[in-house]
């Protein structure tokens, strides 16, 4: 069986790694894969916004056996906060 014959939509989720002003891997990923991509990646997002953005895509999307979700979780250091109807993801504390 060939997995990526029964993909249909990839979501993806993370920080500057996931989606930043360039290609990153989920947008080669999808070219490759021949796919609809939802990236809900964002610059400087820790993993608080990656959570909630996960549970978002999947309550707005309804995920299914036919999707490929990746989640790239990052790492303790960086800080993000819904503040004001908005988020902020400044990225690393010690910068």
Not at 13 to 39: H, M, Q, R, V
Request: hydrophobic content about 40%; overall charge negative; charged content about 15%.
């Amino acid at each position: 069986m060939n997995l990526h014959n029964n993909i249909e939509r990839i979501f993806t989720f993370g920080c500057s790694f996931t989606k930043y002003f360039w290609a990153t891997w989920p947008e080669i990923l999808a070219y490759e894969l021949d796919c609809n991509l939802y990236n809900y990646g964002r610059s400087g997002a820790g993993n608080q916004f990656i959570a909630n953005m996960l549970v978002q895509a999947n309550n707005y999307h309804n995920f299914s056996k036919n999707d490929l979700v990746i989640v790239s979780w990052t790492n303790v250091c960086r800080e993000d906060r819904w503040l004001d109807k908005s988020w902020i993801t400044p990225g690393n504390i010690f910068t």
